[in-house]
C-alpha cells in the first residue's frame, strides 16, 4: 500500500467530523478500524496514528492548528449549536442567497460565515480538532503530490440539530496559497468513489463531486484556493443531482475576491 492511497483512504475516516451522527465523540469503531490499517500498512505510522490518537484526548493533548488564521476562528457572536436553524434551511433553496455572486478569476480567499445553508456554526472544540487533524492530513497529501504551498487553512462545520426525521451538516476543509487545480483535485478526492465534473461556477477552476459512505463530497480548485466540502442531508433536497448547484452555491458564500 503507498502512502498516497494510504493517506487519501483515511482523509474522512479520521474523524469524520459532524457526519457521524451529529455532537458527541467520534465513532470508536469507526477511528479504530482506521488506525489499524495505518499499522498495516506500515506509511506515515507515526504522523497520521498521532491524529487518531489526538482525535480521543483530552484537550490538553491535542495540537493546535497548524496554519492559524483569523478565518478559520469563529468570530464573535457566533451562533451556537443550540440555535434553532432558519426556515430555508428546512427546504430545497436553503443554499440560495440574495446577494450576487462575485465572478472573475481571482485570486480568492476563504470566510467563515455565522451560518451557511441556514445552518448554525458547529463550534465544538472536539470537531474544530477533527478539521484541523483532517487539514494537517490534505497538506501532507499536498507535499507528496506537488500540489502547491499553503499560506492559510480553515476548517469549520455547520449543521441542525438532530431529529428524528431531519439532519443536514455542512462540513469544509480549505486552504488559500498558490496549487495547481488539476493536481489538487486528485490529491483530495477520496478513492474508491466516483467523482463527476461540474460547472465551477463564477468563481471558476475546476469542481467535482461525489457520493461517499454517508455523504456527498465536493472539491474545488483554482490557483489561489483549494476546498473540500461534505454534505449530509437526510431529506435527499440538497444532495444527488442538485448536489453540483448547491456545491457553486455553498462556494459563494465561503469564497471571495482577495
Not at 217 to 233: G, M, P, Q, R, Y
Request: hydrophobic share 35%; proline share 9%.
Amino acid at each position: 500500500m503507498t502512502a498516497h492511497k494510504l493517506s487519501r483512504h483515511t482523509r474522512l475516516e479520521v474523524p469524520r467530523m459532524a457526519h457521524d451522527g451529529g455532537p458527541g465523540a467520534p465513532p470508536r469503531r469507526r477511528r479504530l478500524r482506521t488506525c489499524l490499517r495505518i499499522a498495516v500498512g506500515g506509511v506515515l505510522v507515526v504522523t497520521v496514528a498521532a491524529a487518531c490518537s489526538s482525535a480521543g484526548q483530552p484537550s490538553s493533548s491535542r495540537p493546535p492548528a497548524r496554519t492559524p488564521s483569523p478565518s478559520a476562528k469563529p468570530s464573535a457572536g457566533a451562533l451556537s449549536t443550540t440555535a434553532p436553524v432558519t426556515g430555508s434551511a428546512l427546504g430545497p433553496s436553503a443554499c440560495v442567497t440574495a446577494a450576487r455572486p462575485a465572478g472573475g478569476n481571482g485570486p480568492w480567499k476563504l470566510l467563515s460565515p455565522r451560518a451557511l445553508c441556514g445552518l448554525p456554526l458547529f463550534d465544538s472544540a472536539k470537531y474544530v480538532q477533527s478539521g484541523q487533524s483532517l487539514a494537517s492530513m490534505d497538506k501532507m497529501l499536498f507535499s507528496m503530490n506537488n500540489v502547491g504551498s499553503v499560506t492559510t487553512t480553515v476548517t469549520l462545520t455547520y449543521q441542525s440539530p438532530r431529529t428524528p426525521n431531519f439532519y443536514r451538516s455542512v462540513a469544509f476543509v480549505g486552504f488559500e496559497g498558490t496549487f495547481r487545480p488539476a493536481a489538487a483535485l486528485s490529491a483530495i478526492e477520496l478513492t474508491g468513489y466516483t467523482y463527476t465534473s461540474e460547472p465551477p461556477g463564477p468563481h471558476g477552476g475546476m469542481l467535482a463531486c461525489g457520493r461517499t459512505s454517508g455523504a456527498w463530497d465536493c472539491v474545488w480548485a483554482t490557483h489561489s484556493t483549494v476546498c473540500d466540502i461534505e454534505v449530509l442531508d437526510t431529506t435527499g433536497e440538497l444532495i444527488g443531482a442538485n448536489i453540483g448547484a448547491n456545491a457553486v452555491r455553498i462556494r459563494d458564500a465561503i469564497e471571495a475576491p482577495a
